[in-house]
């Protein structure tokens, strides 16, 4: 009897596989493609417009040399906007939203290492950066805010395919 009670259950787990790999998981890609678009933009913008801030907000972390300080505060807002875009479009959304985690874990990392080095910074990451007061630092919420795009870029990685995408229309 208790064979045929499981046999007639549905089941639950199948449903949400269906509906992870149809049409609502194409949909939820959708959102996390533009969200996470609409991040990169937004940082990208803000950092673009003073390239000079940007590299004080690198040099505030105090990792790397400063040799590669201004490369990588003028060379950031950059590779930001060009994520956006690729997102924005849906062009090679798999290997956009790995660069996207990398990059995303890498802000984690300094974040989580100014911190526990006792830095007090602004994180710089949609404009301005730097020292400020001990009192002005938020690194929880900026970790756990980096932690959810992350979890976006995360979803596109393991379902790149998306609605109103450049890759499904180049696939089809």
């Known amino acids: 009897m208790a064979s045929q009670q499981t046999a007639a259950a549905p089941d639950r787990g199948s449903a949400l596989r269906r509906a992870v790999d149809g049409a609502a998981g194409e949909w939820f890609g959708l959102v996390a493609r533009i969200g996470l678009a609409v991040v990169w933009a937004w940082a990208g913008l803000a ?7 940007a590299a004080q907000a690198v040099r ?4 790397l040399p400063e040799s590669l300080v201004k490369p990588v505060g003028y060379g950031l807002p950059f590779l930001e906007l060009a994520l ?5 479009i849906g062009l090679g ?3 956009v939203a790995v660069i996207s985690a990398l990059l995303l874990l890498t802000f984690i990392g300094g974040i989580g290492s100014a911190w526990a080095r006792g830095i ?3 994180c710089g990451c949609f404009g301005g950066g730097g020292a400020v007061d001990s009192s002005q630092t938020e690194y ?5 805010r ?24 180049l696939s089809a």
Do not use: M, N
């Open 120 to 122: 007090s910074i602004d």
């Open 47 to 53: 950092k673009v417009a003073d390239p000079a801030e």
């Open 60 to 63: 505030a972390y105090e990792i």
């Open 84 to 88: 956006a875009l690729l997102l924005l």
């Open 140 to 144: 929880l919420q900026e970790i756990l």
């Open 146 to 169: 980096d932690s959810g795009f992350l979890l976006l870029a995360a979803w596109l990685v393991y379902r790149p395919r998306t609605k109103l995408s450049a890759d499904g229309w």
């Open 93 to 95: 959304t798999r290997i």
